[in-house]
C-alpha cells in the first residue's frame, strides 16, 4: 500500500496513513508534502473501484456470483 490513493477527482488524494482528503492547492502543506512524494519517486494507489452489490437481483445471486469469484 502506497502513502496516497487516488481519487476520481483528479484535484483530490487520499493520504492512506489517516484518510485525510488533500485538495490540489498549492498552499496547503499536506499537498505539497504529496508532491514531493511523488517528485521522490512515489507511485501513489490507483482508485478504489466501486462495488455495487446487485442483492436483489432476480434470481438471486450469491456474494461469490456478483463479485464474478468462482
Known amino acids: 500500500m502506497a502513502d496516497y490513493r ?3 477527482n ?6 492512506t496513513a489517516d484518510g485525510a482528503f488533500i485538495p490540489n492547492d498549492d498552499a496547503n502543506m499536506d499537498w ?3 508532491q514531493q512524494w511523488l517528485e521522490d519517486g512515489g507511485v501513489p494507489d490507483p ?7 446487485a442483492l436483489d437481483a432476480k434470481p438471486a445471486k450469491t456474494t461469490n456470483q456478483i463479485l ?3
Not at 483528479?10 to 493520504?15: A, F, L, Y
Open 6 to 8: 487516488l481519487t476520481t
Open 10 to 15: 483528479p484535484d483530490m488524494v487520499i493520504r
Open 32 to 34: 505539497q508534502a504529496y
Open 47 to 53: 482508485v478504489t473501484p466501486k462495488i455495487t452489490a
Open 68 to 70: 464474478g469469484v468462482a
